[in-house]
């Protein structure tokens, strides 16, 4: 079964740090990985996808995320916060069950980005 | 915008009721997942359909209930309605059932009184 962990229900910054959101998953096969992004009132909008390509995802808005197999990880940084990056950022992992493949979604975590 | 429409984006009902929301995926795609997310829950997946038939189920209650139709469209059904039933719930899209992104609607936003 697969689970995905994302530690820190809140993350701060100061606007110009780094950005270092940690995704830990379970999966029994080589899962595809996401990390999507929540403004305020919107839905999830996907930021980059791990379909085991490369290691190193880049996806939109400067963000960036390293699957690690032996650390189960897929964490997500940017170099650089900027005051738009404020938002709930989710983690989710997607493996086969039944000929379907239904992503599971972390806990979410809210990024909090200081002037 | 993602090409996912959620209808309607806000609903207040009593307790007791029943309600219907709304989804019209992305053009071309086939597959439809519903999403409850809730303070306490997270982003829970309920079901999901592809090209009219159900393919996965999740934690769906049975009070719940949802159908795709032959133009794609989807309709999720809840009925029996209690406070615990307010949260945002989310369609969702994508091409095919397996391994391709899904792309979330901007949810309905469902509130029992």
Redesign the interface.
């Known amino acids: 079964a697969q689970s995905v962990t994302q530690l820190g229900s809140h993350v701060s910054v100061s606007e110009g740090a780094l950005v270092l959101l940690r995704c830990n998953y379970s999966s029994s096969v080589p899962p595809?990985l996401?990390w999507?992004v929540q403004y305020p009132?919107?839905?999830?909008?996907?930021l980059l996808?791990y379909?085991s390509a490369a290691t190193l995802v880049k996806g939109i808005n400067g963000f960036e995320a390293e699957f690690k197999k032996s650390e189960t990880s897929f964490h997500l940084t940017k170099p650089s916060a900027h005051m738009s990056d404020a938002a709930e950022y989710?983690c989710a992992v997607?493996e086969?069950?039944?000929?379907?493949?239904?992503?599971?979604?972390?806990?979410?975590t809210s990024l909090i980005v200081h002037p | 915008d993602?090409g996912?429409t959620q209808t309607p984006k806000h609903l207040i009902t009593a307790t007791g009721q029943r309600v219907t929301l709304r989804c019209s995926p992305r053009s071309g795609d086939l597959s439809v997942?519903w999403?409850q997310q809730s303070l306490d829950q997270?982003?829970q997946?309920l079901i999901?359909y592809?090209n009219g038939e159900e393919?996965?189920k999740?934690n769906i209650l049975e009070r719940f209930s949802a159908q795709q139709f032959p133009d794609l469209h989807s309709e999720l059904n809840l009925s029996s309605l209690e406070l615990g039933d307010s949260a945002l719930y989310?369609c969702?899209s994508s091409e095919q059932?397996?391994?391709?992104?899904?792309?979330?609607?901007?949810?309905s936003w469902l509130t029992v009184v």
């Open positions: 595809y996401f999507y009132n919107q839905g999830l909008q996907l996808k379909t989710f997607s086969p069950s039944g000929g379907s493949y239904i992503p599971t979604f972390g806990r979410g | 993602s996912v997942y999403y997270g982003l997946f999901q592809y393919r996965a999740g989310f969702a059932s397996s391994g391709n992104t899904i792309y979330f609607g901007e949810g």
